[in-house]
């Protein structure tokens, strides 16, 4: 530890000094240079500029859980989750923090709202059972942009997204939630959330719910928490991505956010909740297993 050190500080300190004052020797010190490392300190040293690697892919966003994760599934190989965290500690890295949630949406109207059917029910069983919305605001310097999202609240996944210059139906109606609707086609009956916005309350936005014969749930007003994970999602897009900077153009903005979902959050953000897969895989693999249990239960029918 004492030759690390030196070796460390060696462009500060003169190396006879720092043997001296630490009290080894300096040929001790040249021989433990020259020395080959071990298959420990080698694999010691691969796992640590993995670390700093796959912590600065995830542009600071993983946390030590996240980043043991990524370790075990690269590597094929088992790893202790302790061993990850003194290493980050270390080297000091350290997950973002989310954001406080902050009202965008307009609930000051006399447009009829619906009642809170989701009710903080936010797991579902299987896709397309529950979306929840909400819209937020991009700073740039052409003034605010503002972004409409759809998550599937089955893997949190970010089905259907639009940006605009102005907040309103046609932003969320026949952008964002058209989106949703032709990538997933979903069936009759699903729950879909929102603030009271007046946006969200719209006749437009209504009929484009109602073609899809979906059931309307609105927030309590105010409550952000009835919409935790939309709130979420945004929080964790400025905290980890956008970082209080303001874009040159609205096209930058939504070039970058289309970075974060398109190639970040959907394929590849790793969730507690999911069992640290991203939304993308935790479908795919839910989809692999109910096939296969499809597959065995039907072979295990037999006619006589």
């Known amino acids: ?3 690390a050190w030196m070796l460390a500080h060696a462009l500060e300190y003169s190396i006879r000094i720092l043997c001296c004052v630490l009290k ?11 020395r080959k490392p071990s298959g420990q300190q080698m694999r010691r040293e691969l796992l640590s500029n993995s ?4 912590h600065a892919a995830s542009k600071g966003a993983y946390g030590y859980r996240k980043i043991h994760e990524d370790i075990v599934e690269s590597f094929k190989n088992s790893c202790c989750l302790e061993t990850v965290r003194r290493i980050m500690k270390d080297k000091g890295l350290r997950s973002t923090r989310g954001r406080k949630f902050v009202i965008t949406t307009d609930s000051n109207h006399t447009i009829p709202v619906t009642e809170n059917i989701l009710d903080r029910n936010f797991e579902a069983d299987a896709p397309n059972q529950k979306w929840v919305a909400d819209i937020t605001y991009i700073p740039t310097h052409q003034g605010w942009m503002y972004l ?3 998550m599937d609240l089955y893997a949190r996944r970010i089905v259907g997204w639009a940006t605009s210059k102005h907040i309103d139906t046609t932003l969320i109606s026949e952008a964002q ?3 949703a609707t032709k990538e997933r086609q979903p069936g009759e009956g699903l729950v879909h959330h929102s603030d009271r916005g007046s946006q969200y309350a719209s006749k437009a936005y209504r009929k484009t719910l109602n073609l899809f014969k979906m059931k309307y749930s609105m927030s ?7 919409n935790a994970p939309m709130e979420r999602f945004f929080s964790s897009l400025k905290s980890e991505w956008l970082r209080d900077k303001i874009f040159p153009t609205h096209e930058a903005a939504t070039s970058a956010i289309f970075q974060y979902i398109e190639t970040f959050y959907n394929p590849k953000r ?3 909740a999911l069992g640290y897969q991203s939304p993308i895989q935790y479908e795919n693999n839910m989809k692999r297993q109910q096939t296969l249990a ?11």
């Open 1 to 3: 530890m004492r030759y």
């Open 24 to 34: 080894v020797s300096l040929s001790g010190y040249y021989a433990w240079k020259r």
């Open 51 to 54: 670390i700093v690697e796959f």
């Open 148 to 150: 409409a999202t759809v």
């Open 177 to 179: 939630l058209h989106k």
């Open 220 to 226: 309590r007003k105010g409550n952000c928490w009835d």
């Open 270 to 272: 790793r969730h507690a």
């Open 294 to 304: 499809a597959y065995f239960l039907g072979s295990s029918v037999h006619y006589g």
